[in-house]
């Protein structure tokens, strides 16, 4: 599965943005998909993830109540709705595809990475 990440870009404190994956293939349904991020300086974290039907889906504690994650197989699209945002949410934003649902808060459980979109959020 080859996978873009778009919809990054610069917003205040308290703002929302919506990411978007889209993936290619016909497998992608298959699979459950991640979200993880990236700072400068610092390594890649777990932010959310989703199985492959849409029906189950996981936070990290810091997202929880703020981040919402979702999909669309019909658009082979996994989707990251982002809301009050705040400065430390600043990062790269990666999605990628689970091996399996064993863990879904590990960075090796995870493969097919896409190209990551910045997100910035001023304060």
């Known amino acids: 599965v080859q996978l873009q990440a778009s919809g990054g870009g610069l917003v205040q404190a308290g703002g929302s943005l919506r990411l978007s994956c889209a993936g290619s293939?016909?497998?992608?349904?298959?699979?459950?998909m991640g979200w993880f991020r990236q700072a400068s300086g610092k390594e890649r974290e777990f932010v959310a993830a989703?199985?492959?039907?849409?029906?189950?889906?996981y936070y990290a504690d810091s997202m929880k109540g703020r981040f919402t994650i979702s999909r669309d197989n019909a658009k082979n699209t996994v989707y990251l709705q982002m809301n009050s945002l705040k400065p430390e949410d600043t990062a790269v934003y990666y999605c990628?595809?689970?091996?399996?649902?064993?863990?879904?808060?590990?960075?090796?459980?995870?493969?097919?990475w896409g190209q990551g979109t910045q997100v910035t959020v001023s304060s």
């Open positions: 293939g016909r497998t992608f349904s298959r699979y459950g």
């Open positions: 990628a595809r689970a091996r399996d649902g064993s863990t879904w808060s590990t960075v090796p459980n995870y493969v097919d």
């Open positions: 989703v199985a492959w039907s849409g029906t189950s889906t």
